[in-house]
């Protein structure tokens, strides 16, 4: 079964730190690009970062950008999102998501999907 698993949410202070991990099973991540997307309550699910199979490209939200990094280890088929520096407004669900090409790396375009891991922001 062709499965993404997020782990690393939590609950954190304003200014703090959280690492997200997202692995695969049933399939080789090493061929997809990878994306990180979010959903807050009452909102519509968005993008929050991308990296493509190599590892060579990524981009970034403009919200997240500065205080986000994404990253991937071939060798423990696992790709990350550091994120520092939170805020309240970054507390939701989030998502990995698997797609060959990092040009297809958006919410309508994705192949496989996890089932999220929720990080809250609050003091």
């Known amino acids: 079964q062709l499965q993404l698993v997020e782990s690393g949410g939590g609950l954190v202070q304003p200014g703090g730190s959280l690492r997200l991990s997202c692995a695969a099973s049933g399939f080789n991540l090493d061929n997809y690009a990878i994306g990180w997307f979010r959903q807050a309550p009452g909102k519509e699910r968005e993008g929050v970062s991308c990296i493509s199979s190599t590892g060579g490209s990524t981009n970034y939200a403009d919200s997240v950008k500065g205080r986000f990094t994404i990253s991937r280890d071939g060798a423990k088929k696992t790709v990350y999102l550091q994120m520092n520096s939170l805020k309240p407004e970054d507390t939701a669900v989030y998502y990995c998501?698997?797609?060959?090409?990092?040009?297809?790396?958006?919410?309508?375009?994705?192949?496989?999907w996890g089932k999220g891991t929720l990080v809250t922001v609050s003091s």
């Open positions: 998501a698997a797609t060959r090409y990092i040009r297809h790396c958006n919410v309508g375009a994705m192949n496989y």
